[in-house]
């Protein structure tokens, strides 16, 4: 189990099962520093998509590592505390939007970001529990406002969203209150481009791992351009699809598109050298 | 290398309409801000969104970006070493 089951399962399976992470204060005139923060991320263009600065980028190109290392130490932490995400798969995700209430779709700040998408092809996130009031108050401020979704409806999308390809990430807005269930790819989504070329952990592992049983695996090769965290590959001298279990964030999304049900999602947690990275 | 990349925001005006040079980007270097932070009760008016290079790293220096731009508004340079 990761770091936030522990801190935040309070017993349940996954952290993100246990229904008191997705309850927050409606009211409360003055929130304390943290609460607050968790709310601030920009909801328009998510701070331009830029978790760290170009003197980051700069210090990476000199090959200072303390000074990098010491940098994603307080970008982690901070954001840790205030707004980071994990990787879930599509079932895992439909059992979310069982346990809680409202979910709705919202406009994707990312995707605004990096491409200037148009709101009406934007709604791609999903926003859930009591924040989404306060996107209905004030449609102006995020931009489009909010989409009620029944629970069918909700996983109709969700479904939909992953046939495209898209990865179901959970994020939180004042950790643990998880407000953000964002269907994320590569590099449009800031998290996943973030933890991807920069290692910074703004978005952690799943609680799976995809594995190829190489006796299935018939090199057809339509895995292959679901994976966007890097992780899977094609071997040609083997004819059969690869996956870098140590990079793999456990999406399933290679895994439900193969006909020949070769991708196995594990455990992390059994796997002895993977259970601990995350 | 690391480039600078320069937006004129006098010649740029409307990046949320235009969106050319972040289409074009095969890399995604460029990114959409916003020069004010978010109001509630308001949307930010398109005028106060802004272009600028981010993911600098991934800039290969085709210089698509600042043919692309209708304004000429981008300016993307490989000099100072870094």
Known sequence: MCDWCEKYGDGYERWYFNPANYARRLYKIRKEETEASGAEVNPQVAGGM??????????????????????KQQVEGA???????????????????????????????CRRSMSGAPDEENFVCMGMGPGMYKWERWPDTYRGGV?????????????????????????????????????????????????????????????????????????????????????????PSRDKAYIDEFQCFGCGNCASECDQEAIIMEERASLPALATVW | MLPTITVDYKKCKEPLSCRKCLLTCSEHVLGLGTDVPPKKFKE????????????????????????VCPQNAIQVSFSGGM
């Open chain 1, 50 to 71: 830029a978790v760290v600065g170009r003197d980051f980028l700069e210090l990476v190109a000199k090959g200072d590592m303390e000074e990098v290392n010491k940098i």
């Open chain 1, 79 to 109: 954001a840790w505390v205030t707004h980071f995400g994990q990787v879930v798969t599509l079932d895992e995700a439909l059992r979310v939007v069982d346990i809680m209430y409202p979910i709705s779709l919202i406009s994707c700040a």
């Open chain 1, 147 to 235: 989409h009620f979704l029944t629970l069918e409806e909700a996983k109709e999308v969700l479904t939909k969203m992953n046939k495209r390809g898209l990865v179901h990430t959970l994020f939180t807005f004042g950790t643990p209150y998880l407000g953000g269930l964002c269907n994320c790819d590569y590099p449009d989504c800031a998290a996943i481009r973030t933890v991807v070329d920069l290692g910074i952990r703004i978005l952690w592992k799943g609680h799976y791992v995809a594995r190829i049983d190489e006796e299935l695996c018939n090199g057809c090769a339509s895995c292959v351009h679901r994976c966007q965290f890097k992780a899977l590959s094609f071997v």
């Open chain 2, 44 to 67: 930010t008016d398109p005028e106060h969104f802004i272009v600028a290079g981010v993911r600098f790293d991934k800039c290969s220096g085709c210089m698509d970006c600042v043919e």
